[in-house]
């Protein structure tokens, strides 16, 4: 049964924290996708009720049939007992949920403003759905400028007065990096605030059930709003400045990764490897909140800035190497890999799309292969290959993503259908020496021409 | 005896190993700074023949009397033996050496312009003393451009081609930090390269004998010169987003230490603190040397800039926060602390000189208390105290560097002579509510104002 919402908050904290300890309580998780699901699963396999509540019809009827809709999909074991429980509807949910997970995308627009839209919605949706004997504790995981949290529940308190008595929210920044098993829902540390402190606690331990990570209690919702964007601002500025090294290196006649590598040898350097551009669901878009958030407040914020210009120019940069490399007439150039990040199929903000445009832009005749991107998920433009083997009169090979599978290529297959073999690595994880012995002609981003 | 010139460099690395081996090698020193000084004296211990050579009479005559002129010379042992020779003359010290050491500073002018002088003076000085019989490799230090040590040997060779067959180079940067007893001589990983790799992997052996680190031998000078400046720039860079950070966080009500130590739980985060700013014989000056590679080889560098603009801008910033806190009147500050690194008495660079400047400038009366920066390395018109208690009617203390004698001050004797007793923190070193509790009013770089 829901909590009542007339107590104090340390008497619905301790009610809550029972509710925790005998495993009563249940939790929504609002959007089921590379945050939500799993996080939900986790809590399902802590012996908590969930919840999982998504808007796509699709997502859960692929959940209903136990299989998951993610790419990473094949090893999801996906429940099937009275404490699992999915929908699209609030109204079926909300009600029996004692704390509700927001886990929504927040992306940018066009202009790479900070759109909240799916937040406000949610927050909107569970405050229809709330029902007047219930009180509930909202956390938001979904990146955000610092204040939005509060800023959203005001907003639908305003509408409806009595939801302060019903609602408590909180923040706890997701920090899920697809692919990287070690640093998954169940590994990461995490970083928790609410607008009270006893509060704050409990849902620390209440996270302490999913991940073997620290969680950290900070002081307010602001504090851990700020970290999720200080840390892949952070971030995107050390890319940035080693895909800034991979143009201006090789200018001196030096290669990059030996320099990166030496570097690296001192105690205090951040080695990174220089590519095609970020990707992904919080690199490329993350910054931005932060670049809107200092210029909100007044704060001349350059590195940023330059930081997200030099990531984002890079399928550019590289697009010129490979025409450079192909010479002045129409080529047939093979991209293998279009996912952002190697062996995963998540193909968001993805640098090698913007890589693909340029080059059919410019004229070429490119064909593609991803072993784990779905078709789908590649506009319709593309030429999308089944097999790497399959095309013939090749003119370039583009090592677009390191996926394993594409690591573990034939070379020698792709060569023998090639008048002239050419191979531009874009992820620098190719031998050059084995390469060009075995007759390839061969660049790299960051590498010096001979 | 020093090798004969006319081998081949197979050969003359087999006689030069020789005498490493049995330890008959001589190396010089050339510079008996902060990293010249402690390498002459790591060779020394690993019984090789050493001769130092500092154009400085001073230096000499301290080391003669086997005193460090260096501010951490109370722990450095001077030798009194055979092996160990201190000149400010080139011609009695060249001609006994197989190995040069070239360990000078290369400072910016005014400009923010590289200013390689010292080292092209050292490179003249040796060409100048060389015997006809001698063969003689110089190994440099100091931080440089790629291109520069192989350009250094050019102008002197241009002038005497005789000095081809004389003279090998090599560069391998120093990383000293000083006062960093992990990261000195004796322990940090070195980087190294010549423009022969026989060569290159005899001098890596060679240093192998000062220090536990890991020596990585690169293919070429110009590698070894580049990642000196990535490593340094890419801290400069790290350190100014954390700056702005803690002008950024207060704004909108946020400790920015809660902030940084929030998402440093993040496993790939980089934690540095913010503070009045960077200094030393490095992070200040090395980017510049990166920003005009940058700019001679026509890459768009921004993010190096950006970093340089705003660390050097901090202590502007954080007078700014003084005299704010101080009011619109004339204060009496006590600034403690001059060197730009804590437990050190190194003041190059140091941003506290341009804080006290703009304080002076700003209608206030400064006093200054530092332990360990001896007070001839401090402006004049400073005003400098002997002692943190000696003052009266005292507005405003000021913790500008974080030395354990200022950390260990009795704040209770300082405010007995304040009316409203003020501090604020530069460094983030004090615990903000025991200050508090006891009667101070507090400010520090990067708190939001209550």
Redesign the interface.
Known sequence: MPLAKSMEVSEYVKLLSKKMDDKSLTIGVVGLGYVGLPTALAFHKSSFNVWGIDKSEDVINSLKNNKSHLFEGDNILIPNDSRWNITTSYENSIPNCDVVLICVPTPVDRNHMPDISMIRQSFKSISNTIINSQRITIILESTVQ??MTNLCLNEIISKKPALSNMINIAYCPE?VSPGEIN?GVSQ????IGSNDLILTNLLAKLYKNITS??I?A???I???E???L??N???D??I??VN??S???P?????VE??????D??????RHTPGIGVGGHCIPIDPHYYIQ??IK???I????P??R??NSSMPNYVAGEIMDFCGPVSSKILVLGYSYKPNIGDSRETPIKYLIEILINGGHDVVLWDPLVKKEEIPKNFNVLESPYEVNDLDCVVLATAHDQILGINWESIKKNMHNPKIYDGRRCLDISTMVESGWSMRAIGLPLK
Chains 1, 2 share one sequence.
């Open positions: 610092p204040g920090r640093h990461v540390a995490r970083v990570g620290e950290m900070v002081s307010s602001e504090v851990a700020a970290s999720k200080v840390e601002t952070q971030r500025i050390d940035a400045f800034e090294l143009i201006l290196m200018k001196i006649g030096i290669d030996e320099v990166l590598s030496a570097a040898t001192k105690w205090n350097f951040h958030m200092a407040n007044n704060v914020s350059s590195l940023s330059a930081a210009k030099l």
